[in-house]
């Protein structure tokens, strides 16, 4: 059978091409990704982001019966949306359909700044500002303050996955600052997990991202050393020995 080492159960909004296609790519041997999609959430209005949550219920029961060693929300906004008690309400609901332990997006994200000391983060979204504003909000509630946020401001969720990953290096580049010891780049539906090893050794600093973020919970969860390498130095972590945390990538010279 496949998923010998794990299976992940992987929800993610109907209009997502980005996130299913890069978990498969980094999944390692052993490893298999079976998903359901969410219904709803182009337009990512509050309306349809609070509706995502009933629709995420419906996709858990499907995918329960693969029967993950893990659940994946994969939803950046659809699970910070209505702040921190929300998503461990989503957390707890899908944990209960599927009998797995569940990541979702936001958690990973206030887990992998909070556990690697970050308290002071810049952040790049394709957002809208209500739905950036939530953002921060839900940061905060973690204790964790946004610096400098910059935005493609793009409603149209679908859209997203057209901004190219070159455009997510220079975004980043543009905005980062010195008062902030990391960046934090938002959505499931960016294709940013490629360039976070530039961005760490250009920078000199932490670069994570949504898909990247949530992978490292899952890697977790199903306590497999995946081997990532090349996608920054959250996941190259995970192969690091005990005790010795992940470093960027230098700069060179």
């Known amino acids: 059978m496949y998923?010998?080492?794990?299976?992940?159960?992987?929800?993610?909004?109907?209009?997502?091409?980005?996130?299913?296609?890069?978990?498969?790519?980094?999944?390692p041997h052993g490893v298999s990704v079976h998903s359901a999609r969410i219904a709803g959430g182009r337009k990512g209005t509050p309306e349809e982001l609070r509706n995502m949550e009933k629709e995420a219920r419906l996709a858990a029961e499907r995918v329960a019966r693969v029967e993950p060693d893990v659940v994946v929300y994969g939803c950046t906004s659809g699970s910070f949306f209505e702040g921190p008690t929300w998503n461990?309400?989503?957390?707890?609901?899908?944990?209960?359909?599927?009998?797995?332990?569940?990541?979702?997006?936001?958690?990973?994200?206030?887990?992998?700044?909070?556990?690697?000391?970050h308290r002071r983060v810049d952040v790049v979204t394709p957002y809208v500002e209500l739905t950036n504003e939530r953002l921060r909000q839900f940061l905060r509630g973690h204790e964790i303050e946004v610096g400098t946020l910059a935005t493609f401001d793009m409603l149209d969720m679908f859209d997203h996955a057209k901004i190219r990953p070159e455009e997510i290096y220079r975004r980043v580049k543009e905005t980062t600052s010195p008062e902030s010891s990391a960046v934090f780049v938002a959505c499931t539906q960016l294709r940013a997990m490629e360039v976070l090893d530039a961005l760490e050794r250009d920078l000199g600093k932490?670069?994570?991202?949504?898909?990247?973020?949530?992978?490292?919970?899952?890697y977790e969860a199903l306590q497999i050393d995946p081997q990532i390498l090349h996608c920054g130095s959250l996941l190259r972590g995970l192969s690091e020995p005990a005790g010795a945390p992940a470093q960027p990538l230098r700069k060179q010279g």
């Open 3 to 27: 998923g010998w080492r794990g299976r992940i159960g992987l929800l993610v909004p109907s209009i997502n091409t980005t996130m299913e296609t890069e978990f498969w790519g980094i999944a």
């Open 88 to 117: 461990r309400m989503i957390t707890e609901e899908l944990t209960k359909i599927t009998g797995a332990p569940t990541v979702t997006t936001a958690g990973s994200m206030a887990e992998c700044l909070l556990r690697n000391g």
């Open 206 to 218: 932490p670069v994570y991202s949504a898909i990247q973020a949530t992978a490292w919970m899952t």
